[in-house]
Structure formats: C-alpha cells, structure tokens
C-alpha cells in the first residue's frame, strides 16, 4: 500500500478509477431515485451526496482527505452533461452553459494534476486538523466540514445551470455575454495559477508579488467566483424573470462566503505566519484586484 501511495503514476491510477466509480455509484443512486416521490433536484442531490460518500470512505483508506480535492472541478462537468443527455437538451444555451463548464473544469482538473504529488501528500490545511484536533472530531469536520459542505456549495452553483438545461432554451444577446465571463473567469484563473507556478519554480522570492498578483492578492479565487456569477448570469439570460428566480443566486453567494470567510483567511494567516514579507504585500496589495 506504501508503494502505491509513494508512486505519482500509481496514484493517479487509484484516482481516476476512485472517481469513475464514483460516478457510476451516483448514477445508480439517481436510477433508484426515480422509484421514490422527490423531485430531480433532490434526486441530483442525493446522488451527488452518494458519490461524496463514496470518496471520502476512499480517503479514510488511504488516510488523505485530498483524496476529495478534485470533486470541485470533476463533478459540475460530469453531472450538468449528465442532466443535459438524461433531458435529450442540445439547445444553444445549453451548449454554451456545458461549453464554459467543461473549459473551466478542465482547466482546474488540470492545475490539480499538475500540483498533484502522491496519495501521501496532503493539503496542509487537513494536516493541520488533523494535528490540532482529536481523532473522533477530526473524523466528523472531515466528513461534514472537508467533503460535505463544499459538495453541498458546489450543487447549490450548479442549480442555475440544471434549470438553464431545463428550459430547453436558444441563447441571446445576454447568453453569449455571460458565457464570456464564464471563460474570462477561467482564463484569468489558468493566468493566475500559471504565473504562481512560474514563479515557485524560479524561486523569484517567497511571495508571490508578478504579474496578477501584482495588483490582487487572490486573482486565482476571483476568478472562481466570478465564474459561478456567470453560470447564473446565463441562467437569467434565458429566464429573465428575476422575481421568481432570484433565489437560485444562493450557490453564487455561498461560494464567495466560502472563499471570502474561510478559505482567504485561513490562507493568509499562514502565509503571515511563515512570510513576514506578506504583511507589508497585504498592505500595499489589493484582496483581488
């Protein structure tokens, strides 16, 4: 098991055969659900809560809660492309909804793969949970903190995009517009992330200060928020009545808390804690941009 665990090439197998048969263990869930009284919102959410399951059993295996880390970027693809073939919708605005989905989760998949190590390396953030806290309470922030809650966000942004599916509707004016701020999203996150790695890999400094993050602390999450901004931009392009739909701005609003609340503070408090150069960054330094 320590060999596997040790191997890039091994683990990457152990992951991809993970998520594979993840998805076919929601996809059955899904199936079975259709015997029972719920709606298909909550039928998506059950399986995609079974498939969550499922990894986060896999990380108690292999002791790594990273083992999670790629369902952000994984499950939106696969599961609005799903939606999208079980409803038989080719619309344009479905396609442009699938076309920018896709490109970004290809694009954050492929950052993870890049950065991606081994199944004994884990996100620092869960190691040091696991240090602090005892191992019963570690188990259940795991399970409802690090697997749980982000599955969770990551349906409710994803609801606009199983309703843009559901209307069966052409694109306009307003879809093609939205479109574009998903893929400007997510090219300012390839820039971001590209220009860090650069960086890292020159050993230019200790804090990242080139490029983007010359001008904002945190381009690579903006980027992930404005992205969800689109997807429901774009669902209000093709159901413009906001009176009725504003609700469904609930994932967008979750997901900027997530990162504005959580995952940015907790990020720059260890970086002021091992860069004493970043206070003087994080004055002068905008928390975007």
């Given at each position: 098991m320590n060999n596997l665990k040790e191997s890039r090439a091994a683990s990457f197998i152990i992951m991809t055969i993970i998520y594979i048969a993840a998805f076919f263990v929601g996809w059955a869930v899904y199936r079975w659900s259709a015997s029972t009284p719920w709606n298909e919102l909550w039928r998506l959410f059950v399986a995609d809560v079974a498939g969550t399951l499922f990894v986060w059993f896999f990380g108690l295996i292999f002791r790594n809660v990273s083992v999670y880390d790629p369902y952000w970027s994984?499950?939106?693809?696969?599961?609005?492309?799903?939606?999208?073939?079980?409803?038989?919708?080719?619309?344009?605005?479905?396609?442009?909804?699938?076309?920018?989905?896709?490109?970004?989760?290809?694009?954050?998949?492929?950052?993870?793969?890049?950065?991606?190590?081994?199944?004994?390396?884990?996100?620092?953030?869960?190691?040091?949970?696991?240090?602090?806290?005892?191992?019963?309470?570690?188990?259940?922030?795991?399970?409802?903190?690090?697997?749980?809650m982000p599955t969770v966000v990551v349906f409710l942004v994803m609801i606009p995009g199983f309703k843009v599916i559901e209307t069966n509707a052409d694109a306009n004016l307003f879809t093609w517009m939205a479109f574009l701020l998903c893929v400007a999203s997510a090219l300012l996150q390839l820039v971001a992330d590209t220009q860090r790695h650069r960086f890292v890999k020159a050993r230019l400094g200790r804090v990242c200060n080139v490029g983007l993050?010359?001008?904002?602390?945190?381009?690579?999450?903006?980027?992930?928020?404005?992205?969800?901004?689109?997807?429901?931009?774009?669902?209000?392009?093709?159901?413009?009545?906001?009176?009725?739909?504003?609700?469904?701005?609930?994932?967008?609003?979750?997901?900027?808390?997530?990162?504005?609340?959580?995952?940015?503070?907790?990020?720059?408090?260890?970086?002021?804690?091992?860069?004493?150069?970043?206070?003087?960054?994080?004055?002068n330094t905008r928390l975007f941009l």
């Open positions: 994984v499950a939106p693809p696969v599961m609005l492309t799903a939606v999208a073939y079980q409803a038989g919708s080719c619309n344009s605005a479905t396609l442009l909804l699938l076309a920018a989905i896709w490109f970004w989760g290809i694009r954050l998949t492929g950052n993870w793969a890049y950065t991606f190590c081994n199944l004994n390396a884990e996100d620092w953030r869960y190691t040091k949970y696991r240090k602090e806290l005892r191992p019963l309470f570690f188990q259940t922030v795991n399970l409802f903190g690090l697997n749980m993050w010359k001008h904002g602390r945190h381009p690579n999450y903006l980027g992930e928020i404005m992205m969800w901004w689109g997807v429901y931009l774009l669902f209000l392009s093709v159901t413009p009545d906001i009176a009725h739909n504003w609700h469904w701005l609930i994932g967008a609003v979750a997901n900027t808390c997530l990162f504005c609340f959580i995952s940015i503070p907790l990020m720059e408090k260890r970086q002021l804690a091992n860069k004493p150069e970043y206070a003087e960054y994080k004055k």
